[in-house]
């Protein structure tokens, strides 16, 4: 059998391996131990704060630098800040970083 005898079996394989590690995540969420396993935060992401739709009046940015058509995320208005010659850091006070969850480990 060579390697092109087996793309077929790929997407099989795929599912298998998605139904176990789904199997194994209720259970390390129910509390039990899986030697090699373990639950990690998913990498977290910025978001505004609630008090936060306010920031370009904070941030002394415009209308049109802040939100042209849609409120821009803070990494983009950091970008707009350090292009104004503006310390980038003043939104990491109107920003929060959550993870959505959490997913499996191979330790």
């Known amino acids: 059998m060579n390697d092109e005898d087996l793309v077929p079996l790929i997407p099989l394989i795929k599912a298998w391996v998605d139904s176990v590690e789904a199997r194994w995540t209720e259970h390390l969420e129910a509390g039990q ?3 090699g396993l373990s639950l990690v935060p998913k990498r977290p992401t910025r978001r505004w704060t609630d008090i936060s ?3 370009t009046t904070v941030l002394g940015l415009s209308d049109d630098q802040a939100a042209p058509r849609q409120l821009l ?3 983009q208005i950091e970008k707009v ?3 104004l010659g503006r310390d980038p850091k003043i939104v ?3 920003t929060t970083s959550e993870s959505s969850g959490l997913k499996l480990n191979y330790d």
């Open 73 to 75: 995320s803070p990494a």
């Open 53 to 55: 739709f306010e920031y």
């Open 33 to 35: 131990v899986i030697p």
């Open 92 to 94: 990491r006070s109107l």
């Open 81 to 83: 800040l350090k292009d």
